[in-house]
């Protein structure tokens, strides 16, 4: 099946026992059902779950051992150069201009484009860039499927002239540079008009250089854990949590938006984090008894250790908070921030991950500290997620979303881009689904973290640990007596 870290995959084993041949369940004795989900079972040491089997009240139906595995075969890039020979002459005043279109072949016998290079400017033995393209994307990992390889002389006005084609394949263009790389390039117009054509001139092969691309599972599978806070924002802004206007309003049958958030989430994230351990921290309110203004206080009123258990514990931490602080002001991001980079600091060896979510109602205050706390962050192995809820203008946290441009701080930019911002407005399902809401949230939020961390892994030279063997059920020996 297909794995999506930014969705929640819900997964149901049904376990019977066949009676006879009838495609029929109810024909069959149920012995027991397991629910889980899929990032729990790649989330698992070794991505290997055990759990306990339930559905028959008052009896013990086991346990199942369910194990994940990443199909490997298209994960391959390759890394290859051409040149070419006595090209045909297509220009009228100087030399040919070459490039090479790339096309895989389908399973119908037509052909998509998947790869173009650059234009080598007047000659008739171009050399090319080396260039890198994913197996997956020129022969959708089948090894003798035809690869058609089209030269093109380039003419501004886009009418670029055909100079010839040749076919190979993956598995021909494994033996590298060889008398077997050397392709003729054919033009069939020619070869059906001329007697004594023999080509339009002849491509190369280079180099071939096979690249095993690391996925964001392998270092799961290897024991990186991927540890999740949550900041919340109690500023007065927010509105008066007794009153139904407020956006932190403790409505008894359902989330408000700040809890739909993190619950949406948490839940996913919670897979990837073994001891279930999540510090919550909030900003921006009065705390008793002497109602001094933080900006990063623990939910749970204990900032020696700020953290709860699974996400009901956070939730559970950010109720009781509601009822003892008072909010306050002004919405501040730096120190949050900079909670997380600190424990970022200290584990920069691939073994974790760091995702900080802040849910806020509002402007931010401080926009300079919070720019040089992001480009600071942005060195270390985290990553920050910021959910917009009500209806405020939320246009400078798309500044420190950095998709268009690069976030700077004082004439330094962001090593690699780490923050994803969006207004939860946005995803408000019509008919009032909260279910729905969460899911296409959590799907839009979570969907970078895996290149943003695959990108913090590869600036830094990190490689996954190998994965613990596989488990092998234990042989019972039976002593047979003399």
């Not at 393209?133 to 035809?146: E, F, H, K, P």
């Not at 008009?193 to 095993?212: D, M, R």
């Amino acid at each position: 099946m297909d794995y999506f870290f930014e969705e929640r995959e819900n997964l149901r084993f049904d376990f019977y026992d066949v009676d006879s041949k009838s495609p029929n369940l109810s024909k069959h004795d149920f012995l027991g059902q397991m629910f889980c989900t899929l990032g729990e079972i790649v989330g698992s040491q070794g991505s290997r779950l055990e759990k306990s089997i339930v559905g028959i009240p008052g009896k013990k139906c086991g346990t199942v051992i369910v194990t994940a595995e990443e199909l490997g075969c298209c994960r391959d890039s390759v890394l290859m150069q051409f040149c070419a020979n006595k090209l045909d002459k297509k220009d009228f005043f100087g030399k040919s201009d070459p490039f090479l279109v790339f096309h895989r072949s389908n399973e119908d016998g037509s052909f998509t484009i998947c790869h173009k290079t650059e234009v080598v400017k007047n000659t008739l033995n171009p050399v090319w860039q080396a260039f890198k393209i994913s197996v997956r994307a020129l022969c959708n990992g089948d090894y003798d499927r035809t690869i058609k390889v089209e030269v093109y002389d380039w003419d501004r006005d886009g009418s670029h002239d055909f100079i010839g084609e040749f076919t190979t394949s993956y598995r021909e263009l494994s033996r590298g540079q060889s008398q077997f790389n050397v392709y003729e390039v054919i033009n069939p117009k020619k070869k059906g008009k001329k007697k004594k054509y023999v080509n339009s001139g002849t491509v190369t092969l280079l180099s071939f250089l096979i690249e095993t691309e690391v996925s964001f599972l392998d270092y799961i599978k290897g024991g990186t854990q991927i540890n999740f806070t949550v900041a919340i924002d109690f500023t007065a802004s927010n509105g008066n949590p007794l009153q139904p206007t407020s956006l932190h309003y403790m409505n008894p049958y359902q989330l408000n938006a700040y809890g739909m958030a993190l619950r949406a989430v948490g839940e996913i994230i919670q897979d990837y984090d073994s001891d279930k351990m999540f510090p919550a921290l909030g900003f921006g309110a009065r705390l008793p008894p002497d109602g001094r203004v933080s900006h990063e206080f623990a939910l749970n009123g204990n900032p020696q250790n700020p953290y709860c258990h699974g996400i009901d514990g956070v939730m559970e931490a950010y109720y009781r908070s509601l009822k003892s602080v008072q909010l306050y002001g002004p919405t501040n991001f730096a120190p949050v921030i900079n909670h997380v980079a600190r424990y970022a600091a200290s584990v920069k060896d691939g073994s974790q991950y760091f995702v900080l979510l802040i849910i806020t109602d509002g402007v931010i205050s401080d926009m300079a500290q919070t720019k040089e706390s992001i480009v600071n962050a942005s060195r270390l192995p985290m990553s920050i997620i910021i959910v917009g809820v009500g209806p405020a203008e939320f246009d400078a946290m798309e500044e420190l979303d950095g998709d268009v441009v690069r976030i700077s701080s004082r004439g330094r930019f962001a090593e690699r881009d780490i923050v994803q911002f969006v207004p939860f407005r946005d995803y408000i399902d019509r008919s009032g689904n909260h279910v729905l809401s969460m899911a296409r949230l959590a799907k839009d939020v979570l969907a970078e973290i895996p290149e943003q961390f695959l990108s913090y892994m590869r600036v830094r030279g990190i490689k996954p640990s190998p994965a613990p063997p596989p488990y092998t059920p234990p042989v019972h020996v039976l002593q047979t007596q003399i």
